[in-house]
């Protein structure tokens, strides 16, 4: 297959319009936001949350001019475009990706199972990188449509192809089995995920065994039950080699194991091979690496070294605080065309004004011109990167001209001798390297020194928790995303540029202050301002921020800044309180209000809106009720006056339990973080917030010492006490002293002991594992917050809320 649009079109039986420029074919797009080479485009108008039909006239207008559609679907106009039409366009873009792997002349691995196939995808990558030319699949593509880009995004030439698969329910492995077609496989294991997706976990494994039904043969863990279970059962499409690794005897490669504080050895015949690791987990995925490697005819003793300096993955960009007021992605594990891409996408959406530096490693070995210099230029111009600095021995020697001057070094070391901080003052850093070249060390010369103590904000939950409200409701009501209190606890900002780019059509902030920070950072969406203070309506007007009138006294005083500062329109919103009994209009003063609102032109009132008492208590359904129909009432009323704004009263409890009550807009907040607002209403959301610190210094004490300010703590028995690093400036309260509050230390509960101090918290650590350094969940998805709020007889909202500026937020996407 050759990659142009002519060989797309014949694969589809459909002929280009007269004169149609036929162009080599470089991206497959489904995302509107992320076109970077629009004459080399292919765009899919997929179908889903956001259906991609919507968007085709953008894509047009940014110079894509070939769209594979769904047949039936009513375009726009587009005089130029060359329009395929297909039954399905996700079956399509597969349809297309298969086609280009039958040209691929090297191996494919196909990697499945629960858990692990990232790690020893990279793991792999990292053994064999070094001897030969790899290709794989970036970050953790693995669905059905992210299975078919990653195979799209291979180089022609390779020693080997790792790509993983991921299903969640029936039906789906069939699909890229048909795409994938791997020579050779690896099954990491069978797990819990994506239980609830098939009739039994035997069906599950049966399904994960078809991505092999063509393969030559198939490495897997003998001791998985399951997996023996279900080879018998299991029909391949032609004989199969199967080859199992195990403790035990009767496993086809016998390995012995041994965990050490710190590595772990594993013994195969007669060679050791040492790995910096000691969790199971790890110590199962190398395994399985040592496994491959040996049924693919590799000598394993060749690799010894390799596996000695096995790295941690982290999947997660991860977004940081930098000195001098800089901001940085850290990406610091691999430097390819795709996984740049992502990076520089996530680079885009939380830039907002700051100018944006790239650093970025070589991007293969350095045996001579690298020829993706032209992609990479053309991703460096799509992204507008303001600033490039590249290290690396081909960069220094060779200059290559990627569109912007660029500062090149030969090595890392000579960049971290050479370098000042301060150079970076304001920006947006991403910070893109190969592991050999130790970027890490970059992102800890330029990272702001912060308090062990973090917030970790999990982007990709944000987004899913997101969808799950956006999907409660039809699609022509509008969702305002609550961020006040900073987000959450969570930061504003970061959280607003998320919501913004997820399709969010409002924002809401408690205080103006707050919205000017938006906006001065480039958040461009409608910002209502729940309470404007009297003395900063000026500044809310003049930033189009849109105030919340609840008062008569109010809207005149809003009228006379109009006056005083000459402005001319003020976007409002109008309060009701139909039994919230705190802020806002009584149904009585509708018809008053409306005329006082018309008495003035520069008024426009963008929505009226009330607040639900008690949406997630079930025992006050009836109450809840009697408010809809009290709002219901004052819309009509306002209606009848021939305004027509937007009316929303359901929150995120409201939105979950209360969907029909929906009107134009719903308004989920707490939710959106992943926390349950009552009546265990978050099932379906994902925890986006964990806090964390760390286990500062361990000593053993004797029974009937006592431990911290006042002797509180008496200890009844010899223990090992721990000092994390938290304490009630942070946010973990006080009232969680003396055994009320436990933390969660390795697996385990682990009780305060004695009174919360300001900086720092002492725990009980008898019957746990641990050494200084180790990390210490304070909540999160082990301890979930709202546990931790029962232990401090409150809300999970006092909790998010009340946790210290200076407590470091590290947001990350995986």
Request: hydrophobic share 40%; charged share 25%; net charge negative.
């Amino acid at each position: 297959m050759t990659r142009t649009f002519s060989s797309i079109g014949a694969l589809f039986d459909s002929v280009p319009p007269v004169d149609f420029p036929d162009r080599e074919l470089k991206h497959l797009s489904f995302d509107s936001r992320r076109i970077v080479d629009p004459e080399h485009t292919l765009f899919f108008a997929l179908d889903g949350e956001r259906d991609g039909h919507e968007f085709v006239d953008e894509v047009y207008q940014s110079g894509v001019r070939v769209f594979i559609v769904k047949k039936g679907h009513r375009l726009p106009l587009l005089p130029e475009a060359w329009i395929i039409p297909t039954s399905n366009p996700l079956l399509a873009l597969q349809k297309i990706a298969g086609s280009y792997r039958q040209t691929l002349k090297y191996p494919l691995v196909g990697i499945t199972g629960s858990n692990g196939k990232t790690v020893v995808k990279e793991w792999l990558n990292h053994l064999l990188t070094a001897k030969m030319k790899i290709g794989r699949s970036p970050k953790s593509y693995n669905s059905q449509l992210g299975l078919p880009l990653s195979i799209w995004q291979l180089e022609p030439e390779a020693a080997l192809g790792l790509i993983e698969a991921g299903i969640s329910r029936s039906g789906e492995m069939d699909k890229l089995e048909d795409v994938l077609k791997p020579e050779f496989g690896i099954l990491t294991g069978i797990g819990s995920a994506h239980d609830e997706g098939f009739p039994s976990r035997l069906d599950k494994t049966l399904e994960k065994l078809s991505l092999f039904r063509h393969a030559k043969w198939l490495v897997y863990p003998y001791e998985q039950e399951i997996i023996r279970e279900a080879l018998p059962l299991w029909k391949e499409g032609r004989p199969i080699r199967k080859i199992s690794w195990g403790t035990h005897s009767a496993a086809d490669l016998v390995f012995s194991l041994e965990e050490g504080k710190q590595e772990s050895t594993i013994r195969w015949e007669n060679n050791t091979f040492h790995v910096p690791f000691n969790d199971k987990a790890s110590l199962e995925n190398a395994c399985t690496c040592l496994a491959f490697l040996i049924a693919w005819g590799q000598d394993p003793v060749a690799y010894q070294e390799q596996f000695s300096g096995l790295p941690g993955i982290d999947m997660r960009l991860q977004l940081l605080q930098g000195q001098f007021q800089s901001r940085l992605i850290n990406d610091a594990y691999s430097a390819d065309l795709s996984s740049l891409e992502i990076a520089l996408q996530f680079m885009k959406k939380q830039a907002g004004q700051m100018k944006k530096t790239l650093i970025l490693s070589s991007l293969q070995a350095e045996n001579g011109p690298d020829p993706q210099w032209g992609s990479l230029r053309a991703l460096l111009e799509a992204y507008q990167i303001n600033r490039l600095i590249l290290i690396g021995k081909d960069f220094f020697e060779l200059r290559p001209d990627l569109g912007l001057p660029a500062i090149c070094f030969e090595s890392t070391e000579q960049f971290l001798q050479q370098i000042d901080p301060q150079h970076f003052r304001d920006e947006m850093v991403l910070i893109k390297g190969r592991r050999d070249h130790h970027f890490e060390r970059i992102v800890k010369l330029l990272e702001a020194q912060v308090h062990e103590t973090q917030l970790e904000i999990d982007l990709n939950a944000l987004e899913s928790n997101y969808r799950v409200f956006r999907n409660k409701v039809t699609p022509d009501v509008r969702v305002m995303a609550m961020v006040k209190a900073q987000g959450y606890g969570s930061g504003s900002l970061e959280i607003a540029r998320v919501l913004q780019n997820a399709g969010a059509e409002y924002l809401a902030v408690a205080y103006t202050d707050e919205g000017i920070h938006l906006r001065r950072n480039g958040v461009a969406l409608p910002i209502m301002v729940m309470n404007a203070q009297r003395d900063s309506l000026a500044e809310c007007i003049d930033y189009e921020l849109e105030p919340v009138v609840y008062t008569f006294s109010f809207l005149e005083y809003l009228k006379k800044t109009l006056d005083q500062t000459g402005l001319t329109e003020a976007k409002i919103h109008l309060e009701f309180d139909t039994g919230m009994h705190r802020l806002g209009f009584q149904e009585v003063d509708a018809l008053e209000l409306m005329r006082a609102v018309r008495s003035d032109g520069r008024l426009a009132v963008a929505s009226v809106f009330s607040h639900l008492a008690a949406s997630d208590e079930g025992q006050h359904d009836g109450y809840t009720q009697m408010q809809f129909e009290r709002f219901q009432r004052i819309r009509l009323l306002i209606q009848g006056e021939n305004f027509h704004p937007l009316f929303h009263i359901l929150n995120t409890a409201g939105i979950l339990r209360f969907p029909e009550m929906a009107l134009d807009m719903i308004r989920p907040g707490i939710g959106l973080y992943g926390i349950d607002a009552g009546d265990g209403l978050a099932a379906e959301l994902i925890p986006v917030a964990t806090l964390k610190a760390r286990l500062s210094q361990l000593r053993m004490l004797k029974k009937g010492e006592t431990v911290g300010y006042g002797r509180k703590g008496v200890l009844k028995e010899d223990t090992l006490v721990g000092v994390v690093s938290i304490g009630y400036a942070d946010g973990f309260r006080r009232c969680l002293s003396n055994g009320a509050g436990k933390v969660w230390i390795k697996g385990h509960l682990a009780p305060v002991i004695g009174n919360v101090c300001m900086d720092m918290t002492m725990v009980n650590l008898n019957g746990i594992d641990c050494q200084a350094g180790d990390p210490v969940e304070i909540f999160g998805r082990n301890l979930p917050i709202e546990t931790l709020a029962r232990m401090a007889d409150t809300i999970p909202y006092e909790i998010i809320t009340g946790i210290s500026n200076r407590v470091n937020r590290l947001y990350f996407r995986e």
